[in-house]
């Protein structure tokens, strides 16, 4: 009996000092699934917890107004807005907008697994001038094959003298940091207003003006429109055999029909000559965006305004990039994780601890870092990059032909390439991440492509 006794006092001492008396071992604790909410939280939180902007926590509350972080997200706007200048409290956090992250926007960095893709083979072709971006870039190191000859384009002039490089900007962060919290205006519904700016004029020029090629393989429709590379039909092996279910099964898919891709991603200046024009908002970024860095805090919805926009000004067809023709164009010929190889190397990539010139607040000027075998550049980091195919879970039933996998009424669409502020496990070639088409995110931006027909 007093042995009876002494448990039952070792329990009860036990319990009111706190112990888990009961508590299963740590290595059998339950690990968040990579695609659950509770995940995709954490992720969240974890991309913004560090901010000193109010909204990105504001983002975050809106994506989780009842969230695990909730109370203290709200007393870090206080504490923001109680420190700021009078000015500078508005400034910080953009008038309403109609984004934010949403609860299925994914992991950063911080919380990603760790893919070590090794696709199989690939072909296609061409390589590199520049949109209002950097000239001489390096050339890219030798990649696991040469690309064919690139496509020819129609008469040469010379490419837009090259920006500067450095950027200096306002960031948030990811995966639901800032949205725009910002001076986003949408123009009124119809057609863009009367001809009040030169960027309107020079849209309208565009339509007639011949493309424009400059080194081999390289196009321009318009002054003012993207430098585009130009690409041969070929196959490649998409998506990787890593544990990561949105990767696999790896495929064979055969890219039919030429088509021209953006040798950067839609710069600040391009994307304002089409808000001049009143064909797509304008994305305040506090007047300190460089011209020829990546526009960014766009949604899929406000890409598709870019596309159309430019197709009119010009009367080709711009879209997005299919998600089969966005990975053949990253690859670059090659079927190792990064372009470049197995292994993450300094210098190729606009990420964290991917080397200079980095900076937390925003990503590097396009073309900062070296191209790929197809002449492309910051297909990996920089901004994610929104492309045309709905969200899958998977590759089980993708189109094996290059187009894109669509179905009516997708909210959720994929973004590819990671971004400036995640690390190398992001800028693996097969990589690939949803986000809801409505919503701006600072860290989500996107690249064109263009029919060759």
Not at 250 to 261: D, E, K, M, R, S
Not at 317 to 342: C, V
Not at 403 to 431: F, H, K, L, Q
């Amino acid at each position: 009996m007093w042995r009876k006794t002494l448990v039952v006092l070792g329990l009860g001492i036990a319990m009111l000092q706190g112990a888990e008396v009961f508590a299963p071992p740590a290595a059998h604790a339950g690990i968040l699934p990579k695609d659950s909410n509770e995940q995709y939280e954490l992720s969240f939180w974890d991309s913004v917890k560090n901010s000193n902007y109010a909204s990105d926590y504001e983002a975050y509350l809106k994506a989780y107004p009842n969230g695990r972080f909730a109370a203290l997200a709200k007393a870090r706007i206080e504490r923001i807005r109680a420190a700021a200048p009078p000015a500078a409290a508005k400034s910080d956090s953009k008038p309403d907008s109609k984004a934010d992250a949403r609860p299925d926007a994914k992991p950063s960095a911080a919380t990603t697994p760790t893919p070590s893709p090794s696709s199989p083979p690939l072909s296609a072709s061409p390589p590199s001038t520049a949109p209002s971006a950097p000239s001489a870039p390096a050339a890219p190191p030798a990649a696991s094959r040469t690309p064919p000859p690139p496509l020819t384009a129609t008469p040469a002039s010379p490419p837009s003298p090259a920006p500067s490089t450095s950027s200096t900007s306002t960031a948030r962060t990811r995966p639901g940091g800032s949205t725009s919290s910002g001076a986003i205006t949408y123009p009124s519904e119809g057609k863009p207003s009367a001809p009040a700016t030169a960027a309107t004029a020079a849209a309208a020029a565009a339509a007639t003006a011949p493309a424009t090629a400059a080194r081999g393989g390289e196009l321009r429709d318009c002054p003012t429109c993207p430098v585009l590379i130009a690409l041969s039909p070929g196959g490649f092996t998409m998506g990787s055999s890593t544990s990561d279910p949105a990767e696999r099964p790896p495929h064979h898919v055969n890219i039919g029909q030429p088509f021209a891709i953006g040798k950067y991603e839609v710069t600040v200046e391009q994307w304002n000559a089409c808000a001049d024009a009143s064909a797509c908002p304008k994305i305040g970024t506090n007047g300190s965006e460089a011209k020829n860095a990546p526009i960014r805090d766009v949604s899929w919805d406000d890409a598709q305004q870019y596309v159309a926009w430019l197709s009119k000004s010009t009367g080709k067809s711009y879209r997005l990039p299919t998600e089969a023709e966005w990975e053949f164009a990253a690859r670059g010929g090659t079927s190792s994780a990064y372009w470049w190889g197995d292994q993450m190397k300094k210098g190729n990539a606009n990420c964290k601890d991917c080397g200079d010139p980095w900076s937390q607040e925003a990503p590097a000027s396009v073309g900062s870092f070296a191209a790929n075998p197809y002449g492309l550049h910051d297909m990996n980091g920089s901004v994610w990059e929104w492309v045309g195919d709905c969200w899958h879970s998977s590759y089980k039933g993708a189109p094996a032909d290059g187009r894109a996998w669509d179905e009516n009424g997708c909210t959720a669409r994929v973004i590819r390439g990671g971004s400036w502020r995640e690390g190398a496990p992001y800028m693996v070639s097969s990589t690939r991440f949803k986000y809801s088409t409505s919503v701006r995110q600072s860290q989500n931006g996107f690249r064109v492509a263009r029919d060759m027909k």
